[in-house]
């Protein structure tokens, strides 16, 4: 895999590798104001630890929902998929905390190591302050919440969306790229994580835009479709012929003609939905994963889950990959345990899909579905060998080779090779 990145996120401000005290780091938190420093270190003075890591974390993600803002809501939307999204949306409502730490990693806000620690954070957070919490939250733990809050957002008073990729971005919306230009290169050589960032931009600027920055789009999603068209995920290319339905649908003959002429450069049509009832499915889906990740979850989980399986049995093909996450999720859970109410629905819609559906997942889905590669833990690697072990899936085989070692080692409870191929293949998504 190409370790070629086209832009990076920072890691974070240098804090004193010996702070073993809120107020050692607090003054490196440039964004807060004084008053807003000492009350998180007076909150760990009195003890009152889940204050001052409440506190942090909010408004480090207010800071980050503010600044993934500034490239429009309207292409937030098309990053999250999602078109009722538009620039009169409230950020608030669009982005859940996990939500706003994967975009702002995807788009250079935070690094990868950035990213993986405040994921970490996030899972606290929501587990403390859950109504399923057994204990109050210790020192340790607010102490670390507090601090990747300060060195990954709070430390920089101006956190911005990296220069590389405002560039990136504007030069693809700017202009008409050429096979002999070195940024075609990288893109081309990029890895899933930049691939299918690119292609997002190329297909909002053709869904939204007019004129020229519409010509220059279709011409770089024309040059660029054939040489990354393999490389790209299922659920990309969905999204690619989900856009020229709706171009076409919308009567935009300029977008609709420039969309076909390149997915016919890759024989694509196979990924254009015939109906607009797998809509219905992805969006359902999207708000058991919102919930999933949000607080509360395991209350919540039920009612949103069940919203998904009452829209019926069979799950429409656009929406198969977007569904299977989402019932995984659910079914998987988290380090903490599962919702016994959601993960019961979800088991029994995972057994309703076929053999031939599960084969198709485990080959084509599985390397590239981040959501689940990394619920690769003891009793999550335990919940996934008893369902294929209940179910009879248990036959795959010819998958690709690390997909291969991956549902072997779940089926054999191998937990520490199950994480470690995971692993690879989700730090494989983004280098």
């Known amino acids: 895999m190409s370790n070629i990145q086209i832009w990076q996120g920072p890691n974070g401000i240098n804090l004193p590798v010996s702070a073993k005290e809120a107020k050692e780091i607090m ?23 889940d204050m001052a890591a409440e506190y942090a974390w909010k408004k480090a993600m207010v800071k980050l929902k503010e600044t993934i803002a500034t490239l429009g809501l309207r292409f937030i939307g098309e990053m999250l998929n999602r078109d009722d999204i538009d620039e009169y949306t409230s950020i608030d409502s669009v982005l859940t905390d996990y939500s706003a730490i994967q975009l702002a990693e995807q788009l250079g806000v935070i690094g990868n190591t950035a990213a993986l620690k405040l994921r970490h954070c996030n ?27 300060v060195q990954y957002i709070l430390g920089e008073s101006d956190v911005s969306i990296a220069l590389e990729f405002s560039q990136f971005r504007q030069r693809l919306l700017n202009e008409s790229l050429r096979t002999d230009d070195d940024q075609v290169d990288q893109i081309v050589n990029s890895p899933l994580f930049y691939l299918r960032t690119v292609m997002t931009i190329l297909l909002a600027s053709v869904k939204n835009d007019i004129g020229a920055k519409l010509e220059h789009a279709i011409a770089n999603l024309n040059l660029l479709i054939s040489p990354v068209w393999k490389k790209l995920g299922e659920n990309d290319k969905w999204n690619i012929g989900t856009a020229y339905r709706d171009v076409t649908a919308a009567g935009n003959t300029v977008a609709a003609s420039g969309l076909k002429t390149a997915l016919l450069k890759v024989g694509g049509f196979d990924y254009v939905p015939e109906n607009l009832r797998s809509i219905t499915f992805i969006k359902a889906a999207q708000q058991v994963l919102e919930t999933h990740f949000a607080f509360n979850n395991f209350y919540n989980e039920p009612a949103a889950i069940s919203k998904l399986a009452n829209l019926g049995s069979t799950i429409p093909s656009p929406a198969l990959i977007e569904c299977m996450q989402a019932y995984l999720a659910v079914y998987l859970g988290n380090n903490y345990g599962v919702s016994n109410g959601a993960a019961s629905i979800a088991y029994r819609q995972l057994s309703n899909i076929s053999e031939e559906r599960w084969n198709y997942y485990f080959e084509k889905v599985l390397q590239n579905d981040d959501v689940i590669l990394s619920k690769m ?5 335990n919940r996934f060998r008893t369902f294929l072990m209940e179910n009879n899936f248990v036959n795959f085989t010819g998958l690709p080779k690390k997909n291969q070692q991956l549902y072997d080692a779940i089926l054999a409870y191998n937990v520490r090779k199950a994480r470690l191929v995971a692993t690879e293949l989700y730090e494989s998504i983004k280098k």
């Open 27 to 49: 003054p490196l938190a440039a964004y807060l104001s004084e008053k807003q420093k000492n009350q998180i270190i007076s909150a760990f003075q009195v003890e009152a630890y």
């Open 123 to 149: 899972e606290l957070i929501t587990h403390y302050f859950s109504k399923n919490a057994e204990e109050e939250l210790d020192y340790n733990t607010a102490f670390s919440i507090v601090k990747s809050s």
């Open 377 to 381: 833990n003891d009793g999550q690697v």
